[in-house]
């Protein structure tokens, strides 16, 4: 199981960006992270093209679809959505890893539970300036 963000484990933080100007702010080699949308789309085809590995927030079960297909690491889910998507990588053998988004160490054990490839805490985000 993935963990990120617990102070047990040692993480290189997910770097939150807005626009592309915001890559150049994160160390190299890192991996930002942003919201899944229409808005955001050239951003996604920006990093996919240029090798910057980024995670995607999807809020919809639809959207973990459109994010595997755009080529990010992660799909970052909340529990009301992370379930459909583990299903959909396990089926289609997704290359993106599935992460809960969590505040709470408990989740930790429910994402277990539920063979969630991993968990994204609040304190493995780095909004930096944002």
């Known amino acids: 199981m993935i963990i990120i963000g617990h102070p047990w484990i040692d993480f290189e933080p997910l770097y939150f960006i807005k626009k592309e100007e915001d890559i150049a702010a994160t160390p190299p080699g890192s991996c930002v992270i942003f919201a899944f949308g229409e808005e955001h789309l050239a951003l996604a085809k920006h990093c996919a093209k240029n090798g910057v ?37 396990d089926g289609y053998l997704f290359d993106a890893k599935i992460l809960l988004y969590s505040s709470v160490e408990a989740d930790l054990e429910w994402a277990a539970e539920r063979e969630i490839d991993g968990i994204l805490f609040e304190e493995g985000i780095d909004y930096g300036s944002c």
């Not at 809020?59 to 583990?86: M, N, P």
Request: charged residues 20%; glycine residues 2%; proline residues 3%.
């Open 53 to 89: 590995p980024f995670a995607l927030i999807c809020d919809a079960a639809r959207d973990v679809l459109f994010a595997q297909a755009l080529g990010c690491r992660y799909i970052v889910c909340d529990k009301s959505v992370v379930k459909a998507a583990q299903k959909f990588a």
